[in-house]
């Protein structure tokens, strides 16, 4: 096959007759015309491509009162962040490569993980 530059494009150029976006090669075109189908019996690669990996923060603070009334009562507050960085992965197994549709070659079309979630909580305990 020919030489081409793979790694994710968050913002791939318009391959013939498609529209610009996600994309596991940096220049879908080029990508394409390296690819062959690998027909059964025949030499070639198989399961060459690997996605991007999981990336994922998660932070939380806390701080806890004691009541002033009881020594046994208290109130905690938290804040909770999932994904704190809001980083995108793109889920490998969404990726078209179906050899004969140039148009959607190598796109993405979900992601691996969500986006940005926080949430608060106030907590009595007696």
Do not use: C
Request: hydrophobic share 35%.
């Amino acid at each position: 096959g020919l030489p081409f530059q793979d790694g994710t494009n968050k913002n791939a150029p318009a391959p013939t007759g498609g529209t610009p976006g996600p994309n596991i090669f940096q220049n879908p075109v080029a990508a394409f015309a390296a690819f062959t189908s690998s027909l059964p019996g025949l030499p070639g690669p198989r399961n060459g491509i690997r996605g991007d990996g999981n990336f994922n923060i998660d932070m939380n603070l806390g701080k806890t009162f004691q009541m002033p009334w009881r020594e046994s009562h208290s109130m905690q507050f938290r804040w909770e962040v999932f994904n704190v960085t809001n980083t995108a992965r793109f889920d490998p197994k969404s990726i078209d490569l179906t050899i004969g549709a140039q148009s959607t070659f190598g796109k993405y079309t979900d992601t691996f993980t969500l986006p940005r979630v926080m949430q608060f909580t106030l907590r009595y305990a007696f």
